[in-house]
Structures are given as structure tokens and as C-alpha cells.
């Protein structure tokens, strides 16, 4: 049985992260890939990705419905917690004041955090809820034209 579980598992690892990869997300499994993708010039969001029945049913469709819009990010990232540790917690040292949350969402200019969507601003919403308030940062913080 626990053969079948590690299985079943890791076909919703692999999904969920080719949901992202296919939807535009470069995904970081490294530190060192971090580090490359947040030092970038411009805006960059990174959607902290999961397992859990929140990050499939609400942020994985928010991060892909959310970039369709006039302004978005110029990069998109994504790494996966507890999966890919190393680079999940390099994520999170960009992340300063705010506690290790997943799923969620972190927006940086230039290296530099502007503003964190944590799971409890995810968990019980519905996926446009969250979509319009990453919409939202968007506009505000993004120069990047569709």
C-alpha cells in the first residue's frame, strides 16, 4: 500500500507542477535557480506551489487565470514546497516579515519584495477572488504590458 501512495503522490507532484510550466511559470528547483530569478531586473512572481487541495483547486488556477491581464509581471516562477526544500527556503529568505505560508504568492521588483498573497488570503476564497487581488498588485506594481 505505502508503494501505491508514494505513487499516487508523485503523479500529483508531476501535474501539479506541469500545470505551472505549462501555464508560463519557470519552475525553480535549485538555490542557485533562485537566486538567478529573483536577482532580475523587473517585476517577478513567485507562486509558492503545493500539494495541498488549496494550491489545485484555487492558487495554481489563480497564478495561470491571473496573468491574463493588461499588466502582469515581467517573470514568472514557481517552486514547490516540500518538494524542492533548498530552493523553497531560498525562496522564503526574500520574503522577510512574512511566515513560511503554502500555497502562496510573493511579488518582488528588482530582488526586492513588494508584497506576499499568503494561503490564508487563499485558502477558502475562491480562485477569482485571488486572482483579482494579484490583478490588482498588478496594476499597482507593474510596468509590463500584455
Request: contains cysteine; hydrophobic residues 35%.
Amino acid at each position: 500500500m505505502n508503494m501505491d501512495f508514494n505513487m499516487l503522490m508523485n503523479d500529483v507532484v508531476r501535474q501539479a507542477r506541469e500545470e505551472m510550466t505549462r501555464g508560463g511559470y519557470e519552475e525553480l528547483t535549485t538555490p542557485e535557480d533562485v537566486t538567478n530569478a529573483l536577482e532580475k531586473k523587473g517585476t517577478t512572481l513567485v507562486m509558492i506551489n503545493s500539494v495541498c487541495g488549496c494550491a489545485g483547486g484555487i492558487a495554481r488556477p489563480a497564478a495561470l487565470h491571473s496573468i491574463h491581464h493588461d499588466k502582469r509581471p515581467d517573470h514568472l516562477v514557481t517552486v514547490f514546497a516540500g518538494q524542492d526544500k533548498e530552493a523553497t527556503a531560498k525562496a522564503r529568505s526574500y520574503f522577510t516579515g512574512y511566515p513560511p505560508s503554502s500555497p502562496s504568492f510573493a511579488l518582488l521588483k528588482d530582488g526586492e519584495l513588494i508584497t506576499m498573497v499568503e494561503r490564508h488570503e487563499i485558502e477558502g476564497h475562491d480562485p477569482m477572488s485571488v486572482v483579482n487581488k494579484l490583478q490588482g498588485y498588478f496594476d499597482k506594481y507593474c510596468d509590463s504590458l500584455v
